[in-house]
Protein backbone atom coordinates (compact mmCIF):
# COMPACT_ATOMS: atom_id res chain seq x y z
CA UNK A 1 0.00 0.00 0.00
CA UNK A 2 1.20 3.85 -0.99
CA UNK A 3 0.14 7.09 0.45
CA UNK A 4 -1.39 7.58 -3.42
CA UNK A 5 -4.17 4.67 -2.10
CA UNK A 6 -4.62 6.69 0.90
CA UNK A 7 -5.36 9.88 -0.78
CA UNK A 8 -7.63 8.29 -3.88
CA UNK A 9 -10.84 10.02 -3.88
CA UNK A 10 -13.01 7.70 -5.96
CA UNK A 11 -16.49 8.30 -6.87
CA UNK A 12 -18.57 5.67 -5.26
CA UNK A 13 -21.76 3.93 -7.08
CA UNK A 14 -23.21 1.61 -4.15
CA UNK A 15 -26.18 -0.76 -5.75
CA UNK A 16 -29.54 -0.48 -3.53
CA UNK A 17 -29.40 -2.57 -0.75
CA UNK A 18 -32.46 -2.79 2.24
CA UNK A 19 -31.71 -0.02 4.58
CA UNK A 20 -31.92 -2.43 7.59
CA UNK A 21 -29.11 -4.63 6.34
CA UNK A 22 -26.22 -4.43 9.11
CA UNK A 23 -23.10 -6.07 9.63
CA UNK A 24 -24.51 -7.71 13.26
CA UNK A 25 -22.81 -7.61 16.59
CA UNK A 26 -20.46 -10.75 15.32
CA UNK A 27 -18.78 -9.32 12.18
CA UNK A 28 -16.18 -7.18 12.23
CA UNK A 29 -15.88 -6.43 8.91
CA UNK A 30 -18.13 -7.04 5.97
CA UNK A 31 -17.73 -6.55 2.49
CA UNK A 32 -20.92 -7.24 0.23
CA UNK A 33 -20.72 -7.49 -3.72
CA UNK A 34 -17.66 -5.35 -4.10
CA UNK A 35 -16.21 -4.27 -6.82
CA UNK A 36 -13.19 -2.31 -8.04
CA UNK A 37 -12.44 -1.42 -11.34
CA UNK A 38 -9.07 0.17 -12.38
CA UNK A 39 -8.30 1.64 -15.85
CA UNK A 40 -5.18 -0.24 -17.04
CA UNK A 41 -3.77 1.03 -20.71
CA UNK A 42 -7.25 2.53 -21.79
CA UNK A 43 -9.22 -0.44 -20.80
CA UNK A 44 -11.04 -1.50 -17.99
CA UNK A 45 -9.42 -4.37 -15.19
CA UNK A 46 -11.92 -5.64 -12.41
CA UNK A 47 -9.26 -5.87 -9.61
CA UNK A 48 -12.73 -7.12 -7.46
CA UNK A 49 -15.63 -8.41 -8.87
CA UNK A 50 -18.63 -8.91 -6.79
CA UNK A 51 -16.65 -9.73 -3.49
CA UNK A 52 -19.04 -10.99 -0.21
CA UNK A 53 -16.97 -11.76 3.10
CA UNK A 54 -17.60 -11.37 6.23
CA UNK A 55 -14.61 -11.51 8.73
CA UNK A 56 -16.02 -12.28 12.48
CA UNK A 57 -15.09 -10.69 15.78
CA UNK A 58 -12.11 -12.41 16.80
CA UNK A 59 -10.70 -13.92 14.41
CA UNK A 60 -7.57 -14.48 12.35
CA UNK A 61 -8.10 -14.43 8.38
CA UNK A 62 -5.56 -14.79 5.91
CA UNK A 63 -6.08 -13.48 2.09
CA UNK A 64 -4.14 -15.29 -0.15
CA UNK A 65 -3.97 -15.19 -4.36
CA UNK A 66 -0.86 -14.96 -7.07
CA UNK A 67 0.00 -11.51 -8.23
CA UNK A 68 -3.06 -9.54 -9.40
CA UNK A 69 -5.58 -11.68 -7.82
CA UNK A 70 -7.30 -8.71 -6.11
CA UNK A 71 -5.45 -9.62 -2.15
CA UNK A 72 -4.15 -6.54 -1.82
CA UNK A 73 -7.11 -4.37 -3.22
CA UNK A 74 -9.83 -6.41 -1.08
CA UNK A 75 -7.80 -4.94 1.77
CA UNK A 76 -7.26 -1.76 0.46
CA UNK A 77 -10.94 -1.68 0.48
CA UNK A 78 -12.30 -3.63 3.05
CA UNK A 79 -9.93 -1.12 5.57
CA UNK A 80 -11.30 2.40 4.29
CA UNK A 81 -7.44 3.13 2.20
CA UNK A 82 -9.60 3.16 -1.38
CA UNK A 83 -13.16 3.30 -2.49
CA UNK A 84 -14.73 0.20 -4.12
CA UNK A 85 -16.56 0.73 -7.28
CA UNK A 86 -20.20 -0.87 -6.24
CA UNK A 87 -21.01 -2.67 -3.30
CA UNK A 88 -20.81 -1.98 0.37
CA UNK A 89 -18.21 -2.03 3.46
CA UNK A 90 -18.72 -2.09 7.27
CA UNK A 91 -16.29 -1.59 9.50
CA UNK A 92 -18.31 -2.63 13.19
CA UNK A 93 -21.80 -1.11 12.55
CA UNK A 94 -20.44 1.98 10.04
CA UNK A 95 -20.72 1.71 6.25
CA UNK A 96 -18.17 3.71 4.83
CA UNK A 97 -19.77 4.68 1.75
CA UNK A 98 -21.98 6.71 4.19
CA UNK A 99 -18.78 8.42 5.27
CA UNK A 100 -17.25 11.78 4.34
CA UNK A 101 -13.08 11.71 3.63
CA UNK A 102 -12.78 13.42 7.08
CA UNK A 103 -14.94 11.12 8.69
CA UNK A 104 -13.34 7.91 7.23
CA UNK A 105 -10.08 9.38 7.84
CA UNK A 106 -10.98 9.44 11.91
CA UNK A 107 -12.78 5.86 11.45
CA UNK A 108 -9.43 4.70 10.05
CA UNK A 109 -7.42 5.95 12.93
CA UNK A 110 -9.81 4.57 16.14
CA UNK A 111 -11.14 1.98 14.64
CA UNK A 112 -8.95 0.40 12.35
CA UNK A 113 -5.00 -0.46 13.15
CA UNK A 114 -2.55 -1.01 10.31
CA UNK A 115 0.55 -3.41 10.05
CA UNK A 116 3.12 -3.09 6.99
CA UNK A 117 6.06 -5.15 5.79
CA UNK A 118 7.90 -2.27 6.07
CA UNK A 119 7.23 -1.10 9.55
CA UNK A 120 6.44 1.95 8.71
CA UNK A 121 7.60 3.49 11.65
CA UNK A 122 8.88 7.04 12.21
CA UNK A 123 12.63 7.57 12.71
CA UNK A 124 13.07 10.57 14.74
CA UNK A 125 10.63 9.05 17.18
CA UNK A 126 11.37 6.62 20.29
CA UNK A 127 9.64 3.36 20.33
CA UNK A 128 6.72 5.03 22.61
CA UNK A 129 5.96 7.66 20.77
CA UNK A 130 5.81 5.47 18.09
CA UNK A 131 3.06 3.56 19.64
CA UNK A 132 1.51 6.13 20.89
CA UNK A 133 1.43 8.54 17.08
CA UNK A 134 -2.05 6.95 16.51
CA UNK A 135 -3.75 8.55 20.00
CA UNK A 136 -1.71 11.73 19.85
CA UNK A 137 -3.15 12.19 16.07
CA UNK A 138 -6.61 11.37 17.35
CA UNK A 139 -6.15 13.55 20.36
CA UNK A 140 -6.83 10.87 22.99
CA UNK A 141 -5.09 10.43 26.25
CA UNK A 142 -2.49 8.08 26.37
CA UNK A 143 -4.06 4.93 28.89
CA UNK A 144 -0.27 4.12 30.35
CA UNK A 145 -1.86 1.17 32.13
CA UNK A 146 -3.19 -0.58 28.26
CA UNK A 147 0.44 1.23 26.65
CA UNK A 148 2.48 -0.81 29.36
CA UNK A 149 0.07 -3.98 28.73
CA UNK A 150 0.96 -3.64 24.99
CA UNK A 151 4.44 -3.07 24.94
CA UNK A 152 4.51 -6.00 27.48
CA UNK A 153 2.64 -8.34 24.99
CA UNK A 154 4.70 -7.66 21.77
CA UNK A 155 8.12 -7.72 23.84
CA UNK A 156 8.87 -4.10 23.60
CA UNK A 157 8.62 -3.23 27.16
CA UNK A 158 12.36 -2.44 27.74
CA UNK A 159 12.81 -0.89 24.59
CA UNK A 160 10.05 2.23 24.94
CA UNK A 161 13.68 4.80 24.66
CA UNK A 162 14.96 3.20 21.42
CA UNK A 163 14.66 4.84 18.31
CA UNK A 164 13.60 2.11 15.56
CA UNK A 165 17.41 2.01 13.96
CA UNK A 166 18.74 0.88 17.40
CA UNK A 167 15.75 -2.39 16.66
CA UNK A 168 16.15 -5.39 14.95
CA UNK A 169 13.24 -6.23 12.16
CA UNK A 170 11.40 -8.61 14.23
CA UNK A 171 11.47 -5.77 17.03
CA UNK A 172 10.70 -2.72 14.78
CA UNK A 173 7.48 -5.25 13.63
CA UNK A 174 6.42 -5.48 17.11
CA UNK A 175 6.76 -1.63 17.45
CA UNK A 176 4.38 -1.59 14.62
CA UNK A 177 2.04 -4.45 16.33
CA UNK A 178 1.94 -2.41 19.42
CA UNK A 179 1.13 0.88 17.28
CA UNK A 180 -1.61 -0.97 15.47
CA UNK A 181 -3.24 -1.95 18.70
CA UNK A 182 -2.51 1.45 20.85
CA UNK A 183 -6.52 2.25 19.89
CA UNK A 184 -7.88 -0.87 20.80
CA UNK A 185 -9.16 -1.12 16.79
CA UNK A 186 -12.33 -3.02 15.66
CA UNK A 187 -9.90 -4.62 13.07
CA UNK A 188 -6.31 -5.38 12.25
CA UNK A 189 -5.37 -5.03 8.76
CA UNK A 190 -1.40 -6.66 8.29
CA UNK A 191 0.25 -6.51 4.54
CA UNK A 192 2.97 -9.29 4.14
CA UNK A 193 3.74 -8.53 8.40
CA UNK A 194 6.44 -11.13 7.70
CA UNK A 195 7.66 -10.18 4.26
CA UNK A 196 10.65 -8.15 5.55
CA UNK A 197 11.94 -10.84 8.42
CA UNK A 198 13.96 -13.78 8.51
CA UNK A 199 12.11 -17.16 8.79
CA UNK A 200 12.78 -17.72 12.52
CA UNK A 201 11.70 -14.34 13.50
CA UNK A 202 8.47 -14.69 11.26
CA UNK A 203 7.41 -17.13 13.10
CA UNK A 204 7.72 -15.16 16.49
CA UNK A 205 5.67 -12.67 15.00
CA UNK A 206 2.90 -14.77 13.55
CA UNK A 207 2.39 -16.41 16.80
CA UNK A 208 2.41 -13.06 18.36
CA UNK A 209 -0.43 -11.94 16.23
CA UNK A 210 -1.60 -15.84 16.80
CA UNK A 211 -1.77 -15.02 20.58
CA UNK A 212 -3.14 -11.25 19.86
CA UNK A 213 -6.50 -13.03 18.70
CA UNK A 214 -6.89 -15.90 21.32
CA UNK A 215 -5.83 -14.18 24.18
CA UNK A 216 -7.50 -10.56 23.40
CA UNK A 217 -10.45 -11.30 21.01
CA UNK A 218 -8.29 -9.27 18.19
CA UNK A 219 -9.40 -9.70 15.03
CA UNK A 220 -6.96 -9.98 12.23
CA UNK A 221 -7.12 -9.88 8.41
CA UNK A 222 -3.23 -10.36 6.66
CA UNK A 223 -2.70 -10.63 3.40
CA UNK A 224 0.08 -12.89 2.68
CA UNK A 225 1.56 -15.20 0.11
CA UNK A 226 3.21 -16.99 2.27
CA UNK A 227 1.39 -20.81 3.13
CA UNK A 228 3.19 -20.94 6.36
CA UNK A 229 2.33 -17.74 7.47
CA UNK A 230 -1.42 -18.69 6.25
CA UNK A 231 -1.19 -21.25 8.67
CA UNK A 232 -1.78 -19.39 11.59
CA UNK A 233 -4.68 -18.27 10.84
CA UNK A 234 -8.39 -19.61 11.86
CA UNK A 235 -9.57 -19.26 7.83
CA UNK A 236 -7.63 -18.50 4.43
CA UNK A 237 -9.48 -16.70 1.97
CA UNK A 238 -7.94 -17.47 -1.78
CA UNK A 239 -9.16 -15.06 -4.32
CA UNK A 240 -8.33 -15.24 -8.16
CA UNK A 241 -8.94 -12.92 -10.54
CA UNK A 242 -10.59 -10.54 -8.57
CA UNK A 243 -12.98 -13.45 -7.33
CA UNK A 244 -13.07 -15.79 -3.75
CA UNK A 245 -11.97 -19.02 -5.27
CA UNK A 246 -11.48 -20.96 -1.98
CA UNK A 247 -12.70 -20.41 1.87
CA UNK A 248 -11.59 -22.77 4.17
CA UNK A 249 -10.75 -22.90 7.97
CA UNK A 250 -7.12 -24.12 8.60
CA UNK A 251 -7.22 -24.85 12.82
CA UNK A 252 -9.17 -27.04 14.59
Not at 93 to 121: C, P
Not at 128 to 135: G, H, I, K, R, S
Not at 139 to 162: C, F, I, N, S, T
Amino acid sequence: MTSAITETDLALNSRALPADRTTGPAAAVRVEQVTRIYAAGGQPVAALDGVDATFTRGTFTAVMGPSGSGKSTLLQTAAGLDRPTSGRVWVGDKELSRLSEAKLTRLRRSEIGFVFQNFNLVGALTVEENVTLPLRLSGVPVDRRWLKEVVERVGVGERLRHRPAELSGGQQQRVAIARALAMRPTVVFADEPTGALDSHTAAEVLALLRSIVDDQGQTIIMVTHDQLAASYADRVLVLADGRIISDSGVRA
